[in-house]
T-cell receptor, first 113, second 115 residues
Framework: DGGITQSPKYLFRKEGQNVTLSCEQN?????MYWYRQDPGQGLRLIYY???????QKGDIAEGYSVSREKKESFPLTVTSAQKNPTAFYLC????????????FGQGTRLTVV | AQSVTQLDSQVPVFEEAPVELRCNYS??????LFWYVQYPNQGLQLLLK??????LVKGINGFEAEFNKSQTSFHLRKPSVHISDTAEYFC?????????????FGTGTKLQVIP
């Protein structure tokens, strides 16, 4: 089945450690996105990529980094510079240039203690 | 710039009763409008979208929404809810061009269906 796979579903890390969240898609989509979701705040865009080896900052990129070495993969690293990293992280993908639909993964809940 | 306001953070409703989840938006350009559903600890699933044409849009799971340009609203309705509709619902808006990265999401409405 085609879709987006995020792993792990739950992640615990100590404060000050970098952590990488995985996002893989087999939909052959060019564009991929990372969102952060906090209670009562909806989704906020962290980074997006419209093509391999290229990515752009979203609204809240500080403290995060990404790479896009393969079309299928768009990992997100939450660095120690992120002041409040505990959140639910969602990855999505879409056909490049499409404004009207994206497909979402199941999310990763990151808790930093 | 655009914004989305979901007026109710939580909506309790009895099973088999009708429900309306309200969404208002603000934009200086024409927009697409979306409703997504999110079950606990899950991703977002598209319920329906308005792109153009008929202002009444039908989606999955018996939901529908009506686009009202004069009131800049896109309220979501279902005539009879089920326990399985308990979830969080997000309204979203996007300008007509610029890619999906331009989508702005509302803060969500939690629908609680009471048996």
């Amino acid at each position: 089945d085609g879709g987006i796979t995020q792993s792990p579903k739950y992640l615990f890390r100590k404060e000050g450690q970098n952590v990488t969240l995985s996002c893989e898609q087999n939909l052959n989509h060019d564009a991929m996105y990372w969102y952060r979701q906090d209670p009562g705040q909806g989704l906020r865009l962290i980074y997006y990529s419209q093509i391999v080896n290229d990515f752009q900052k979203g609204d809240i990129a500080e403290g995060y980094s990404v790479s896009r070495e393969k079309k299928e993969s768009f990992p997100l690293t939450v660095t120690s510079a992120q002041k409040n990293p505990t959140a639910f992280y969602l990855c999505a993908s879409s056909i490049a240039g499409t404004d009207t639909e994206a497909f979402f993964g199941q999310g990763t809940r990151l808790t930093v203690v | 710039a655009q914004s989305v306001t979901q007026l109710d953070s939580q909506v309790p409703v009895f099973e088999e009763a009708p429900v309306e989840l309200r969404c208002n938006y603000s934009s200086s350009v024409s927009v697409y409008l979306f409703w997504y559903v999110q079950y606990p600890n899950q991703g977002l699933q598209l319920l329906l979208k308005y792109l153009s044409g008929s202002t009444l849009v039908k989606g999955i799971n018996g939901f529908e929404a009506e686009f009202n340009k004069s009131q800049t609203s896109f309220h979501l309705r279902k005539p009879s809810v089920h326990i399985s509709d308990t979830a969080e619902y997000f309204c979203a808006v996007s300008p007509l061009s610029g890619g999906y990265q331009k989508v702005t999401f509302g803060t969500g409405t939690k629908l609680q269906v009471i048996p």
